[in-house]
Each structure stands twice: as structure tokens, then as C-alpha cells.
């Protein structure tokens, strides 16, 4: 059964500082990984996708990076702004059976960004 | 392009009453995705359906059930409602399936059902 794990929980970091969010996953055998950001009472936002043969993705101030073989990922948020702060979650696809592709989710990093 | 809709915003329901969700893909998504998001849980999956047929379902009991309607959107339906079905009810929808393993699911903004 496929595990996902993010740490930290929760991370506090003043405004302009680089961070990384990390995600573990047991099952190396994933079709492609995703990055998504909830804000309080929302739904999830797209923030990449990477393709099981891909290494990274960027998107702006933000790099997603995967190591399939160790079962890794990183979100890397470069100059954190106020507007950053939000749960970011990380999800994995895999292929199910019958057809199914399904997602299983980290249960996220909360990020406060101080001004 | 409009996203994905989801009603109520909020629904409060008391033990042993009945539920129903509703869900508005994306125009031209075909599959759509239910999950259940409970304090401390995580994101769970619960149901997938494609084509108006059920594809997939996640390991809850048989009181979670739905439909997808020729439209494409998608009711939940949660019977006798417990106090651990509070939680946000998120809907997901991604283009046809072939395609749809490489795409985004795309998300509502949910609907939070709280159980008295």
C-alpha cells in the first residue's frame, strides 16, 4: 500500500527566505507526482506535475524536483512571500488495477510566511 | 473557463440522516473524482467515475455511494450519517482517461459537512 509522508507538519519562516518541503513515498513505482497548495476552507491548487521520467519542474519561484528510485520529492520556494502561506500537499499517481489511476496524498505541510 | 462547482458550500445534518453532494466537472472532463478531507486524516479517495460509470472506489463503507449523470456531473450520497463524516468533501475532475493518467486533476472548492 502506498505511503506518503511530508515533513515538517508545519513551518514558519520569515518573509524573503528560501525553503524546501519534502516528500517521502513507499512505492517507487508511481506514474507521476504532484504538488498542489489549499488555502484555509479551499480547494486544491495545481502547482506542478512531474512525469515519472522527469527529474524537475519549475513554475516561477517554484522548482519541484523527484527522485523515483528513493522515493523523494522536494518543492522548492524560492523568496517567500506572505501570500505563500498555505498547506501544500503532495500527491502520487499510481496505477491501481482495472484501469484506475489513483492519487494518494501527503498529509501536507502547513507554510506560514512571517511579514 | 469556469472550474470546478461544488453545492452546498456548507451542509449540517444531525446522525442517521442522509446527504447528498453535487459536483460540476470542468466543460469537456470527463472523469470525476470524490475525496474526504477529515481533521487529521489527510486526503482520502472515495470514488471515481468515468463515462458515467463507477471506476474505482476507496475503502469506505457502502453508505458512500454516488452517480455521474450524462452531463457529466456527479452526486454523492452519504446514508445514515455518523459523527466521523464531518469533514470537507472534495470534487476533482480531469479529461478523458486515456489522456486524463498524464493531466491535473482539477479541484473544487468543496463542501463541508458537519455532523451534530
Given at each position: 500500500?502506498?505511503?506518503?509522508?511530508?515533513?515538517?507538519?508545519?513551518?514558519?519562516?520569515?518573509?524573503?527566505?528560501?525553503?524546501?518541503?519534502?516528500?517521502?513515498?513507499?512505492?517507487?513505482?508511481?506514474?507521476?507526482?504532484?504538488?498542489?497548495?489549499?488555502?484555509?476552507?479551499?480547494?486544491?491548487?495545481?502547482?506542478?506535475?512531474?512525469?515519472?521520467?522527469?527529474?524537475?519542474?519549475?513554475?516561477?519561484?517554484?522548482?519541484?524536483?523527484?527522485?523515483?528510485?528513493?522515493?523523494?520529492?522536494?518543492?522548492?520556494?524560492?523568496?517567500?512571500?506572505?501570500?505563500?502561506?498555505?498547506?501544500?500537499?503532495?500527491?502520487?499517481?499510481?496505477?491501481?488495477?482495472a484501469g484506475s489511476y489513483q492519487l494518494t496524498f501527503g498529509k501536507g505541510t502547513k507554510l506560514s510566511v512571517i511579514p | 473557463e469556469a472550474g470546478v462547482t461544488q453545492s452546498p458550500t456548507h451542509l449540517i445534518k444531525t446522525r442517521g440522516q442522509q446527504a447528498t453532494l453535487r459536483c460540476?466537472?470542468?466543460?469537456g472532463h470527463t472523469s470525476v473524482y470524490w475525496y474526504q478531507q477529515a481533521l487529521g486524516l489527510g486526503l482520502q479517495f472515495l470514488l471515481w467515475y468515468d463515462e458515467g460509470e463507477e471506476r474505482n472506489r476507496g475503502n469506505f463503507p457502502p453508505r458512500f455511494s454516488g452517480r455521474q449523470f450524462p452531463n457529466y456531473s456527479s452526486e454523492l450520497n452519504v446514508n445514515a450519517l455518523e459523527l466521523e463524516d464531518s469533514a470537507l468533501y472534495l470534487c476533482a475532475s480531469s479529461p478523458l482517461l486515456q489522456a486524463g493518467k498524464n493531466q491535473p486533476q482539477h479541484f473544487g472548492d468543496g463542501t463541508r459537512l458537519s455532523i451534530l
Open positions: 500500500k502506498q505511503e506518503v509522508t511530508q515533513i515538517p507538519a508545519a513551518l514558519s519562516v520569515p518573509e524573503g527566505e528560501n525553503l524546501v518541503l519534502n516528500c517521502s513515498f513507499t512505492d517507487s513505482a508511481i506514474y507521476n507526482l504532484q504538488w498542489f497548495r489549499q488555502d484555509p476552507g479551499k480547494g486544491l491548487t495545481s502547482l506542478l506535475l512531474i512525469q515519472s521520467s522527469q527529474r524537475e519542474q519549475t513554475s516561477g519561484r517554484l522548482n519541484a524536483s523527484l527522485d523515483k528510485s528513493s522515493g523523494r520529492s522536494t518543492l522548492y520556494i524560492a523568496a517567500s512571500q506572505p501570500g505563500d502561506s498555505a498547506t501544500y500537499l503532495c500527491a502520487v499517481r499510481k496505477y491501481s488495477g | 460540476s466537472p470542468i466543460s
